[in-house]
């Protein structure tokens, strides 16, 4: 599997869709830098800090990683690559490891991409309150979240032989982990209650008026099971995850890494299983 694992980072150092990774990641640290350093500028007087757009790059690799993992390995497949690897002598089980442990090392350099910017330029430049022991701790969640991302999208991958029909299936589902972490937050952010008010307004006449609004009750409100529905599915799911570590507000961070592992699991359990009764031909 050594050989593979060569051959694979060989490819991986000739690939257009990972230096553009790469650069985009890059590229993004530095405006996080040039934003935020623009805005100290424009009002000096505000207690600024960077720490906390350490990791507003964890949304963008959601659709980074189905990006990648769907024309890498879709081009394994419309190369033939593949194929020629078996024919050689390597088991397929090998073949999927080896693909697995190149794109996890290609996107966690992707990840860091984006801190180096942030950490070199950034903390100097603009400061940075949060301890290094927090931001250790999100970082190795968000490691463990993205490889969890990664083993779903190989998946996904490895059992579509097209190459168009594997990326556009793992864009649209990375595009569902997006949206459904955003419904999910605001579903369990949204108050039981609307508390009361006094609502001033101005009639056509000219006339003020102030009326009072009593507390009333949010019917759009998520209790009982369905709540506890909505809190597993907001740390099990890997888009939820990297949303909390965007906002590095994770509720329950001892979980999620332990949620990470059994999708690791259960993803490369079946890829390979499924893989290995593929018809190849």
Not at 39 to 63: Q, R, T
Not at 76 to 85: A, E, L, V
Request: net charge neutral; aromatic share 14%; proline share 3%.
């Amino acid at each position: 599997m050594i050989k593979l694992i060569k051959s694979n980072f060989s490819r991986l150092r000739k690939s257009r869709v990972f230096w553009l990774g790469m650069i985009f990641m890059f590229g993004m640290g530095v405006y996080a830098v040039f934003s935020r350093y623009t805005s100290v500028n424009k009002i000096p007087e505000y207690d600024y800090d960077m720490g906390d757009l350490l990791f507003s790059g964890c949304m963008f690799m959601i659709v980074i990683t189905a990006v990648f993992i769907g024309l890498f390995i879709g081009t394994d497949y419309h190369n033939g690559t593949i194929r020629n690897k078996l024919i050689v002598g390597h088991t397929r089980t090998e073949v999927y490891f080896s693909n697995f442990i190149v794109c996890i090392s290609a996107l966690l350099m992707m990840h860091f991409a984006y801190f180096i910017p942030v950490i070199g330029v950034g903390f100097p430049l603009v400061g940075n309150s949060a301890s290094a022991g927090s931001l250790i701790k999100l970082t190795l969640i968000s490691i463990a979240a993205l490889i969890s991302l990664c083993s779903i999208f190989l998946l996904i991958s490895m059992l579509i032989h097209s190459k168009s029909n594997a990326s556009v299936t793992a864009i649209i589902i990375s595009v569902l982990f997006l949206m459904s972490a955003m419904t999910i937050q605001n579903k369990l952010d949204g108050p039981e209650y609307y508390e009361d008010y006094d609502y001033v307004y101005t009639d056509e006449e000219g006339n003020v008026h102030e009326e009072h609004i009593d507390r009333e009750k949010n019917y759009d409100y998520v209790d009982g099971t369905k709540r506890k529905v909505y809190e597993f599915l907001y740390d099990f799911l890997p888009g939820c995850q990297m949303l909390q570590i965007t906002q590095q507000n994770p509720e329950n961070p001892e979980r999620l890494p332990i949620y990470s592992f059994s999708i690791i699991v259960v993803t490369t359990a079946c890829g390979i299983f499924f893989f290995r009764r593929k018809n190849l031909k």
